[in-house]
């Protein structure tokens, strides 16, 4: 048997190869899946089967690119009308080598959701381990908001799925669940890279609940939803473009990116934030190459098109990756020779200061508007800045009118990323002055300043 | 938590990276580890701990190259007078991050084995995973015969730690053993790539034995024990030679090749087995590309010369690391412009017939010296062909009086890798007339002839 | 000022990449041309212009990807009538960063070859360099043979070309050729790296003719050309099919291999011929890996789907490429497990005995068909076995009717290869005994044996 | 024939990969050598022989390693006392496959230079190609001033061995010098990538002087010599120590990087302007990742280890090549987690202001000082900013005594780049005020300032 798991950066999906003499199955496939088919070809396997734990919201499947260059069939399950593949019902086998997988339908996160427990028939009946998908996560469970009408109906839902069709397992059944820490389809995610049913009864805080409590629970919950979900859910269920290798983006001089931007593109700068903040292209969008990911299908429309800025240049084909996985097909370019190609043009550029907690801390006076942009949760759990506003760097847009102009406002969040992000978007909206603080509450901690909670 | 499992293939050997915010711990490291380095960069990682489960008999370990490159401590049991690192006992903590690994004494396939018990104190006191080394592999437990006069006596240590270290923490901890299928340190490892404590009480055999049973079964076991294990028991206790990155081998024309031959070199030719018998340099030992790091350990010495035979050299740093790891570090070079250049400059070359089943059994009489050369283990379970004369292909130069040098010898195994590899040295220890059964076994029992149990 | 040559190994053809000041310009893109997008890349510059020398016949070209990817503008000669791109004529300049390409005509290869000369106009008027196109080689001229009945004329514009165009620019002038040694576009191309108008003057026979000396030679030259070239020619005016990333080959299991066989699937076996020879799949043709680019045009349609039979199927990634430049998009897959997934299976399969020149020497007598595959220059100005029939490799199958099925025919090249694989097609073709001679002549010569001349 | 130019980045160092008939030599190889192993398998080649064309100041050369690993023999002149390698003199020959190399003594810019003059006998008796090393370059000569008692002979040398050697070889022979633009080794190297004798008595304005007027020139040339050509000129007469693979970084966590700054280790931050200016460890220096080559020779001791700060460590093994090839082999780690793993541990940090032309021009008076630290040709034939002092930027550590540490300094370059790695040092050296003008002279002319000349 071989079971590896290949994670998406930033959005933590879990998709996995598992096989066994000469076959494979791959499990919730990421659109760029030539890894898939360089592996089985590493590992003398043949892909025959991909199965789709649900209809995904937060990445494009690649399901059938993956079906396109392999042959494989598609399975997903029966209570939603796909436009592609095969549905599968409670109880169905596919045999995979010497292993046999069962399907079971766990409804709750959606309708259609299903598990996949897999059993070596020739050493025990005993599941050996289960493919939850959205279901069950190490630490958490699903999301059950997406029906807003039937949140308490879904909960229900999942309730049942996880109680009768996973926990009864047995303690010994290996979990393997589409996401991992850090996902937005589920704020508790623990970052253990294993579990198992035996250690999620201790462990996950929502398997102690009872019926009730557990449905509460779900029901109060908050969760944010990006913008970008439904274009996901668009192209997840008609089968998205196919994508055929990784686009090789177009350089371009600072005089076309002058120029293209005048025109409406979307200038996004991958760099770090005090790199940003030390002088850029005015109008750009501070998203750091590790938060590409996560933050990209907050930020950024679908339609206009998209301008990368790097200093170096590297490694751009790695960022391509994590727009292509989210479907933003649009990327323009990059910038060749880098930031510094636009200054040494003798292009206008703009800075953004990145003050220290001691500097903020000395000038906190009412003329500055302390702005916290971290999710919900960390605000109310982990306190914040004496005199802060919240508002989730996300929904930031949609709430430009609380934030005045004519002060100096102060971004701050976790780290310093996302703050950074936040007063790039103030700049681009007019915002004649704004600051972030390094470090956010991490380093304001360090400092040991008031936090308010 | 990070887990990663990094596999090196043929010994079937893993070895483990654990991560936790910003820590890592390597388990069992190989010997060219820049991989363990590479991936702990990658995922932002500082190596600080190294554990070592055991003395390992099959591969050279790479503890003190990773600890001179990373500065990490190296950790093994205390029973063992090694040269380097230092001693943990039961009982001792050493903490990763948000984790905690606790040192469980688990002798019995060594006296200095150890288990390493891994718990996250902020979610559970529970035990999340083990590391088991050679104490619990999947499907199978290690080998107990290395002190061969106190084989019973580690067999019971051996059922001690599993029944009371191991089984005792519960059913959902995940096992993480340091042998996988096709390790010469247990016969029967599962395939299995993950298992727990609860499946392994249901699907291992040997975990449903009493301890008596246990114990009978441990002292009747036969293992092979390929000669170069003393070599790693050396390198082992006092460290190996450090290895700053992977040789880059010398290409050598068919001249040079002829004289290095002429002084003892040992010719390995690394096809598979109709390449080989298509045509060779007389004296070569055929070990094809997947099979060398089973098998170079039994066929090639440590003093003489090693050059390598290819037809067109591609990836020849993968096939350097399967020496390296067995302490190889003899490797002279290889035929620049592959075999064809011995060809091409007349120089003498050797074929050895591939039959098919048909065209043996159509011979099948007296005359024929049939050599199965499976384990004995096949040879006893699986049945053999009527006639024939077992040896098992690594002790085979032990056993040349028993082969009749006037007959035609047909060398065969189970697939028709071994039986060449045979063939090979049959020849170049001067039998005339020697033939291979193409596909072995496996092909034979497709033509459903007849099998002698 | 950048240059690089990017050739394609096996068809001999150079492509360059001239970048100056962040600009860059590419001759003769190969098809899979993300080769130059990522050097210039690396190198900072952004490819604004595709010059095409001539309409190529040998391979694919890869301007109207190219361009797709990158806006560059495609430039080629105005004498035929191409669907894409802009015509360029006698004298039009053509500015990159400092630098200056100016168009020369320079007919006689064909009629829309153009050749481009470079000058540094800050540093001074002289021409530094010329691209030549299929005009001027080192050690060679372009073939005028492609319009049969304009032979003489075609010849004479190419010596006025040559002469008045290129020679006339100064010795110090260095060319660059679209092809080098070993390409089908020219049978006599040295194997020099570089070259000036000088040494070409000194070290070039053709260069050293007069006119008449030039014409006459030229239209008695003899020349092989592939079929293949007429898809080529085909595709060059129109444009290819683009190509988007180099696809992934699927891997195929023993039976799908036989069914596909049966459906017609050509099955081209890449081994070396040893290899091949010890064992293969009935009614493969032998085409090794590295004589791919070379003789797939001559051996394979473009009809029927192809597979490819290895070993170890490494780097088929480069395999790929080979078929993809000269327009082979009919790849089905490859046989996973390689070749031993064959026997191991139980397959049928087959074996051409290769022998060694005292093998047969010792059996030279009038039973044995001699079969000389090699080209008619060869076998006219190096010699030949007594006693041999000649027929170019490439052309064979149309001379079947000549060579006769009830005698062992013994097929011969220069040094085994193409030998193997006019065996390879005899035997596909119903011949039941055919062996090769292992290292052709070049072994046949190491031995003295007789060479009729 | 096979030819490749393999290019160090940054010191503009070229050396060369000369193959003919499975065999090659490497001219000038540099320390990290294994590309010269890798290319020649791929191509079929044996290393066979290494030239050096003298000894080298502006970089560690690999010939001992080179050797080490390929058996290759080590030729270099006889007029200086190697440690190591064969001496070669006038007229030497040595065969290479087809080619015939032949030694010609070119003194002039070291005593012991040569040149290698290359030949294919089997087609004229002409010379193809000669390496120059650097008595010769594309538009410029070698240095004469490293014997500052002999500037006179030496370019008296220089004269008579240009002339009489290699002009005298004819218009047609291609020149491979040791270095292209960019080089310490020459101000006025031109970038072309290729040139021949006709060309450069055309194109080079050096070779259109008479004896006298050359000598002349030469000796009131002006150069800068690094302060770390003294060690290479010490590591490559006695063999710079063995080079087993590029090390691995060790990752270090602020605190570490902390500890280790306070012991006196180097801290060089290797982004670009804008992003060191955004943030920065106290006390580093700014030597831009491609300006490593050029800069860290006048930066850094060899004997304080060496700590990297970037913002993604990204292709850090690059970064290390840079380092190894001027013998820098105290390399000590780099900042795990990037720059900002310091500002989220709280750490303290400083920003250095890039100003942009309009901002510098709009507070032109006397309070601020205005450092240019360009070349002194560049002061001298470009113009300067009114009221700016000049100091080069490799000088300027000996020179911060004419710098006032009360006023507002304003460094500025070419580009911005120099500006910065200033700036970053004057405030090692406690200014507490200095800023660099973002885009240098480039920029500063785009706004069409006054420029004095």
């Not at 086998?93 to 598990?115: A, D, K, N, R």
């Not at 942009?373 to 759990?381: C, D, F, H, L, P």
Request: proline share 5%; with cysteine.
């Amino acid at each position: 048997m071989i079971l590896e798991k290949i994670t998406s950066e930033g959005i933590a999906h879990n998709s996995y190869l598992l096989g066994s003499r000469n076959e494979a199955a791959v499990i919730d496939p990421r659109r760029d899946g030539e890894v898939y088919v360089q592996r089985a070809r590493a590992l003398g396997l043949k892909i025959t089967s991909i199965f789709e734990t649900h209809r995904n919201e937060d990445y494009v499947i690649g399901s059938m690119d993956l079906s396109r260059i392999t042959g494989a069939s598609i399975f997903h399950g029966t209570h939603l009308a796909f436009s592609y593949g095969t549905g599968v019902s409670e109880g169905d086998v596919v045999p995979l080598g010497s292993l046999e997988i069962t399907v079971l339908e766990t409804p709750g996160h959606t309708e259609e959701s299903i598990s996949l427990a897999v059993r070596e028939r020739d050493v025990s009946d005993e599941v050996l381990m289960i493919f939850t998908g959205d279901a069950l996560f190490a630490g958490d469970v699903g999301r059950t908001d997406f029906y807003p009408l039937q949140k308490e109906g879904m909960a229900g839902k999942l309730h049942a799925s996880i109680w009768t069709k996973i926990l009864s397992l047995g303690d010994g059944v290996v979990i393997y669940p589409a996401h991992g820490e850090g996902s937005s389809c589920g704020e508790a995610i623990s970052d253990r890279e294993i579990t198992t049913v035996g250690y999620e009864k201790k462990g996950n805080p929502l398997l102690r609940m009872n019926r009730k409590e557990f449905i509460d629970y779900k029901v109060r919950e908050h969760h944010y939803t990006p913008p970008y979900f439904r274009k996901m859910e668009e192209l997840n269920i008609r089968g998205a473009p196919l994508l055929t290798g990784i686009p090789l983006l177009r350089p371009l001089s600072p005089t076309e990116i002058r120029d293209y931007r005048a025109a409406g593109a979307q200038i996004v700068d991958i760099r770090a934030p005090t790199s940003f903040g030390g002088g850029f292209i005015p109008g750009s969008i501070s998203i750091w190459r590790e938060g590409l990911a996560t933050f990209i299908g907050w930020m950024l429309t679908y339609q206009d098109p998209i301008i990368l800025i790097d200093d170096f240049n590297l490694d751009l084909d790695r960022v391509t990756r994590q727009f292509l996985r989210l479907g933003y097909d649009n990327l323009l370019g990059y910038c060749a020779g880098g930031f510094p190609a636009w200054f040494k043009a003798g292009f206008e550029m703009e800075v953004i200061e990145q003050w220290t907690p001691p500097m903020i801390h000395e000038r906190l006076d009412p003329s500055l508007y302390l702005l916290d942009v971290r999710s919900i949760g960390n605000w109310n759990t982990m306190g914040h800045i004496k005199g802060a506003h919240h508002c989730w760097v996300g929904e930031l847009r949609d709430h430009l009118d609380e934030i005045p102009k004519d002060r100096l406002v102060v971004a701050y969040c976790d780290a310093g990323y996302k703050g950074n992000m936040a007063a790039s978007l103030l700049r681009k909206e007019g915002y004649p002055r704004v600051v972030n603080l390094l470090g956010g509450m991490a380093a304001w901690k360090q400092y040991r300043y008031e936090i308010i909670r």
